[in-house]
């Protein structure tokens, strides 16, 4: 609209919409539909992180969710992928945290088979666009829980796609979503399945 009124043509606006960057593997929404109709409803919660290691990401925050879940003894596996950009060290790494992280994934195969892991991908930024991550979780049935962030409430919907986590009380907001959904399968499933259809 803004472009238009600033005088040019309409034929000549063409909105592209965000999506995932990068294709799905041949096999892998098969793989996806059959682990998610079977997971073991007493299974481990699954949480991912993938991204940049750094202070707009909120990795302090993530610091303290994974910290948090782990001395609360929530039932969840853990999979931290990234690493800090332009020698980013505003936030220290503790030890323990440190030695779970692996390195950033590159290819589309393995992108597509860390989301195939995952039941849940955190995002605790502080601020955002639209994180293209959080459609390539969705698409692979994988539930984003997410700061309330840029264009972030345009695509998940708290309690019905997602979590959208609020920027002040981000930890908190984690760790009650983490909690409910390690323990109520069927929710985990009807949030899956919504993701993955929107």
């Known amino acids: 609209d803004w472009c238009h009124g600033m005088g040019m043509p309409e034929d000549k606006i063409v909105p592209l919409l965000n999506a995932p960057s990068f294709d799905l593997p041949e096999g892998a929404e098969d793989r996806i539909a059959r682990r998610r109709a079977h997971r073991d409803p007493d299974a481990p919660l699954r949480a991912i992180y993938l991204g940049r290691l750094d202070q707009q990401k909120g990795v302090e925050r993530l ?3 994974v910290e948090s879940a782990k001395a ?3 039932p969840i596996e ?3 992928i990234g690493k800090s950009v332009m020698g980013d060290a505003s936030v220290e790494m503790p030890q323990d945290i440190a030695k779970m992280i692996e ?3 590159t290819s589309p195969e393995s992108l597509a088979e860390a989301f195939e892991w995952a039941d849940v991908f955190i995002l605790p930024s502080y601020y955002e666009g639209l994180p293209l991550t959080i459609l ?3 698409r692979s049935g994988v539930i ?4 309330d962030a840029g264009a972030v409430t345009e695509v998940v919907q708290s309690w019905r796609n997602g979590v959208v986590l609020s920027q002040a009380n981000t930890i908190g907001d984690a760790l009650s979503a983490l909690d409910r959904l ?3 399968p069927e ?3 009807r949030l899956s399945d919504q993701a993955r259809q929107d």
């Open 63 to 65: 610091i303290s969710i």
């Open 72 to 74: 609360t003894r929530l």
């Open 78 to 80: 853990w999979r931290l």
């Open 103 to 105: 390195p950033p994934l």
């Open 136 to 138: 390539e979780a969705m």
């Open 144 to 147: 984003p829980l997410a700061t």
């Open 182 to 184: 390690a323990r109520d």
């Open 187 to 189: 929710l985990l499933q």
